[in-house]
T-cell receptor, first 113, second 111 residues
Framework: NAGVTQTPKFRILKIGQSMTLQCTQD?????MYWYRQDPGMGLKLIYY???????DKGEVPNGYNVSRSTTEDFPLRLELAAPSQTSVYFC????????????FGPGTRLTVT | DAKTTQPNSMESNEEEPVHLPCNHS???????IHWYRQLPSQGPEYVIH???SNVNNRMASLAIAEDRKSSTLILHRATLRDAAVYYC????????????FGSGTKLNVKP
């Protein structure tokens, strides 16, 4: 199993541009998450999904959108990028309600200038 | 949401035990205590979790206070590879969707 994969690894955006961060897991996990991590800080939850077609907001959803059309994929969309969205983005998954181990991807480092 | 408090940083010598504390005075009866760690330039990884009793696994031990208002992650013999940021997280079994990470403790291991 590849686990949780994220693309791209790095990206530089100009202010106002849009992009989609891709996240795929091959463990058939129901729950998927997007976090952002600003320099020297902990992770903040952006959005999460409990299954295909079901998403919900986390702590910091403004400026982002998500969709979950399949179990495997959970893309994160940035519209009108702003410098405040410069961060490292992590995708994670967990199998279900009784699970305790969250699996993380390697992260995408995004810079908005 | 229940919050945790951890020291910003700690230092340890290689091959010595390390005790990483976490305060969670507002913990509820349905909160599990989870520990994750984040190695440099990587995503977090699971370390251990518990509810009321002390727990051991191949990576670490978790000691939970009797009143559950604090816990301690114990690395029995620190290695250089254990240098990481350690996060103590509370996860409600009825709101299990969400993990709230604090700032964590940065552990430095000296050779």
């Amino acid at each position: 199993n590849a686990g949780v994969t994220q693309t791209p690894k790095f990206r530089i955006l100009k202010i106002g541009q849009s992009m989609t961060l891709q996240c795929t897991q091959d463990m058939n996990h129901n729950y998927m998450y997007w976090y952002r991590q600003d320099p020297g800080m902990g992770l903040k939850l952006i959005y999460y999904s409990v299954g295909a077609g079901i998403t919900d907001k986390g702590e910091v959803p403004n400026g982002y959108n998500v969709s979950r059309s399949t179990t495997e994929d959970f893309p994160l969309r940035l519209e009108l990028a702003a410098p405040s969205q410069t961060s490292v983005y992590f995708c994670a998954s967990i199998s279900g309600e009784g699970s305790y181990e969250q699996y993380f991807g390697p992260g995408t480092r995004l810079t908005v200038t | 949401d229940a919050k945790t408090t951890q020291p910003n940083s700690m230092e340890s010598n290689e091959e010595e035990p390390v005790h990483l504390p976490c305060n969670h005075s507002t913990i509820s009866g349905t909160d599990y205590i989870h520990w994750y760690r984040q190695l440099p330039s990587q995503g977090p990884e699971y370390v251990i979790h518990g509810l009321t009793s002390n727990v051991n696994n191949r990576m670490a031990s978790l000691a939970i206070a009797e009143d559950r208002k604090s816990s301690t992650l114990i690395l029995h013999r620190a290695t250089l590879r254990d240098a990481a940021v350690y996060y103590c997280i509370l996860r409600d079994i009825y709101n299990f969707n969400k993990f709230y990470f604090g700032s964590g403790t940065k552990l430095n291991v000296k050779p």
